[in-house]
């Protein structure tokens, strides 16, 4: 199993390129699945999570090919199955994606229920409610979720709680259903709002996305399109972080400055320098690091994905910050791997309380998820000595290359193989 081992104490300067946004091509192409027609994609990260939905597309009878310079091409003219087994399920959640295009193109589908997350429950009752309302019938078998329709119809559908994944998976089932579908206290992510655009160059009709009310009028049809994946704002946020906690100067190109508005202000109240250059950003962290309370929130608020490398920035502040966690009930299982490390964090339920505690020091750690690897990375980059973390298959589920990116910008870092 790979590890990454790092040391510390390096200032990281230059410039670096984010990748595509992985939460905006896995939707991507689980709509791929509405046409019998190619659909080409564009800066497609090449990460784990695209592997694994490129296996499960594969297994249905999709043409699939994804190519490491960012470009996939994908046909599903004649699928041989209509279901999303649970070995593959149970490695990426969002493979739940593919329900609502099934449905709405195919009127079935057999999906596995995700399961336990390491990050707290992520029920997907929202998901069949929906589909429900736009005349699905859903059963829970055996683990799996059997859905079937004559047809679906549109809908006034209002989610209880803001879900990315449930909008997506609903906006895909509407568009091949008959008439209006109105989605209220919907996600307006730049996820979502990249499958809309995706959408409407298929020929669906799409009006209100990036807000909280989506409208769907179904059409007979979709066709192939070629669309380009909005680059990863949470990339370009764990770099931007990166350089503010090791006093650093770096450029990051390729990002949407529009994306990051509530991650770059945070940065800004904790003393870095954020400035928008042409094509990107650029962040200097040459002054101290001030304590600054935050609190997740659904988009355009402060993200759940960048909470835990805020965190890690945290361990070097002036003072004391209160980092609030509304959105995943279990997102601080890497602030113990940080105590292991010499910070100071005291968890009280949603709430971490970090008091700046100065330099950590090098430690063998356990990543639990995918940003919490990320966090780990940032606070080994201050830490004093070797630090070894393992289980960075997680990592890999989201950064395409982050160690080789990160040595590009002055870091002592390495995988170990």
């Known amino acids: 199993m790979d590890k990454i081992r790092v040391v510390g104490g390096r200032p990281l300067a230059g410039r670096v390129t984010v990748s595509g946004a992985k939460n905006a091509a896995l939707p991507a192409m689980a709509a791929s699945l509405l ?34 310079d960012g470009t996939a091409v994908l046909e599903s003219r004649a699928l041989r199955s209509l279901e999303a087994p649970y070995e593959l399920v149970k490695t990426m959640r969002a493979s739940i994606l593919v329900l609502g295009p099934l ?106 996305d990036g807000s909280r009310t989506i409208r769907v009028r179904g059409v007979a049809g ?92 945290m361990t070097q502040g002036d003072g004391v910050a209160v980092i609030t966690e509304t959105i995943f009930e279990n997102r601080f299982m890497h602030a113990q791997e940080m105590i292991r490390m010499g910070a100071d964090i005291t968890l009280e339920g949603r709430r971490a309380l970090v008091r700046g505690s100065g330099p950590l020091g090098g430690a063998r750690v356990l990543a639990s998820d995918l940003r919490a690897s990320a966090s780990l990375v940032l606070a080994a980059l201050v830490a004093r000595g070797e630090t070894w973390i393992d289980r960075v298959y997680h990592l890999d589920r989201g950064y395409q290359g982050i160690e080789g990116k990160l040595a590009l910008l002055g870091a002592d870092i390495e995988r170990v193989r």
Request: charged share 25%.
């Open 103 to 208: 449905l709405g193109r195919f009127q079935k589908a057999r999906v596995s229920l995700p399961g336990g997350c390491a990050i707290g429950a992520r029920p997907v009752n929202l998901h069949i409610s929906g589909l429900e309302a736009m005349g699905a019938r859903c059963e829970v078998v055996h683990g799996y979720i059997e859905a079937s329709a004559g047809k679906l119809h549109g809908a006034r559908i209002r989610m209880d709680a803001v879900t990315v994944t449930g909008t997506e998976n609903l906006m895909m089932a509407a568009v091949l259903a008959e008439g209006e579908t109105v989605l209220e206290n919907a996600a307006c992510e730049p996820e979502v709002v990249d499958l809309a655009d995706m959408l409407r160059g298929m020929g669906a009709r799409i009006e209100g």
């Open 35 to 68: 046409t019998p027609e190619r659909v080409e994609l564009e800066n497609v990260p090449y990460v784990r999570d695209i592997q694994t939905t490129r296996t499960l597309l594969r297994e249905m009878g999709c043409e699939v090919e994804v190519r490491e």
């Open 222 to 313: 979709l066709h192939g399109c070629r669309h380009r994946v909005i680059p990863d704002r949470i990339e370009a946020g764990t770099f931007a972080v990166a350089a503010a906690i090791t006093r650093g100067d770096v450029r990051i190109d390729g990002c949407n400055p529009g994306h990051m508005t509530a991650v770059l202000e945070q940065l800004g109240r904790a003393g870095a320098d954020v400035d928008a250059v042409s094509g990107g950003i650029r962040v200097r962290g040459d002054g101290p690091i001030r304590s600054a309370d935050v609190t997740t929130c659904p988009y355009p608020a402060f993200p759940t994905d960048m909470q835990a490398q805020y965190m890690a920035l």
